[in-house]
């Protein structure tokens, strides 16, 4: 079993560009996550998913949008990139309030 | 608000010495609190979970304890190596309605010197 995945591991974007980070992960859990990654402010919630079909905003959601395309599967979006952005966005999964499991991490950098 | 924090930021310890991370949490009304293990440029390992109805949790040379009238947790490793350098990371899940938002503290970076 793959756990959880995410795509592109690295990314490079000019400001105002868009993008998708992916995640997916075979554990069969219900609740997902996207977290973000900063040098000293440790992991800070963007948006979470509890359950297929829902979505609820973290610690630091603007500038993003979330889909849960079903159960397996929770995609994050930036419509317009902005420097502020550059970060490592991890994705984890979890089975309600219980043991979270992280996948490795993509490296944004915007320009 | 919840917040956590990880005193020290960085610990350098000899092999085979005994060590203690902190982590400390300002409201007591917690879920659960989670360890996790970071290496350089990858992912979260979860390393012990630790319900708010327990006292602590061990696995192999790792053991968790949980104070949640004081606001604390400390993760004890036993016979350090140098395998366990690595950066080590708290998680709060708060209580009731927000169990979903867990709180990370910034991390303990730990050097373990052969």
């Known amino acids: 079993n793959a756990g959880v995945t995410q795509t592109p591991k690295f990314q490079v974007l000019k400001t105002g560009q868009s993008m998708t980070l992916q995640c997916a992960q075979d554990m069969n859990h219900n609740s997902m996550y996207w977290y973000r990654q900063d040098p000293g402010m440790g992991l800070r919630l963007i948006y979470y998913s509890a359950s297929e079909g829902t979505t609820d905003k973290g610690e630091v959601p603007n500038g993003y949008n979330v889909s849960r395309l079903n159960k397996r599967e929770f995609s994050l979006r930036l419509e317009s990139a902005a420097p502020s952005q550059t970060s490592v966005y991890f994705c984890?999964?979890?089975?309600?309030?219980?043991?979270?499991?992280f996948g490795p991490g993509t490296r944004l950098t915007v320009l | 608000k919840q917040e956590v924090t990880q005193i020290p930021a960085a610990l350098s310890v000899p092999e085979g010495e005994n060590l203690v991370l902190n982590c400390s949490f300002t409201d007591s009304a917690i879920y659960n609190l989670q360890w996790f293990r970071q290496d350089p440029g990858k992912g979260l390992t979860s390393l012990l979970l630790?319900?708010?109805?327990?006292r602590e949790q061990t696995s192999g040379r790792l053991n968790a304890s949980l104070d949640k009238s004081s606001g604390r947790s400390t993760l004890y490793i036993a016979a350090s190596q140098p395998g366990d350098s690595a950066t080590y990371l708290c998680a709060v899940r708060p209580g009731s309605a927000g169990g979903f938002k867990t709180i990370f503290g910034a991390g303990t970076r730990l050097f373990v010197k052969a």
């Open positions: 984890a999964t979890g089975e309600s309030y219980n043991e979270q499991f």
């Open positions: 630790i319900q708010s109805s327990q």
